[in-house]
């Protein structure tokens, strides 16, 4: 089993900055991929950021130039740096990891809120 904790969210101005955090624990070392996900309010959940034990890096369209997934192995830690951002940046941020056996674990969630 994984276990996700993610932190860092919260209310910001348009062109402001937010780092989100998520810590992953239990079988942590098991992690394959790991990366971050968002809803807004009567919308699917879509993949915002995405990296893999080999390094590579996936980023949505909307988000491209503007955040960066960041990976602290040591400290079993993912980060999801924020710029630049917009009120259509607003909604639930979750992460999600996989595992070697492809079992998928999800955090609770993290508010962000972008005021224009």
């Known amino acids: 089993q994984v276990q996700l904790v993610e932190s860092g969210g919260g209310l910001v101005q348009a062109g402001g900055s937010l780092r989100l955090s998520c810590v992953a624990s239990g079988r942590a070392f098991s992690i394959n991929a790991i990366g971050w996900y968002r809803q807004a309010p009567g919308k699917q959940r879509e993949l915002v950021a995405g990296g893999s034990s080999g390094g590579r890096t996936n980023y949505a369209d909307s988000v491209e130039g503007r955040f960066t997934i960041l990976r602290d192995y040591a400290k079993n830690t993912v980060y999801l740096q924020m710029d630049s951002l917009k009120p259509e940046d607003t909604a639930a941020y979750y992460c999600?990891?996989?595992?070697?056996?492809?079992?998928?674990?999800w955090g609770q969630g993290t508010q962000v809120t972008v005021s224009s």
């Open positions: 999600k990891a996989v595992d070697f056996r492809s079992f998928h674990y």
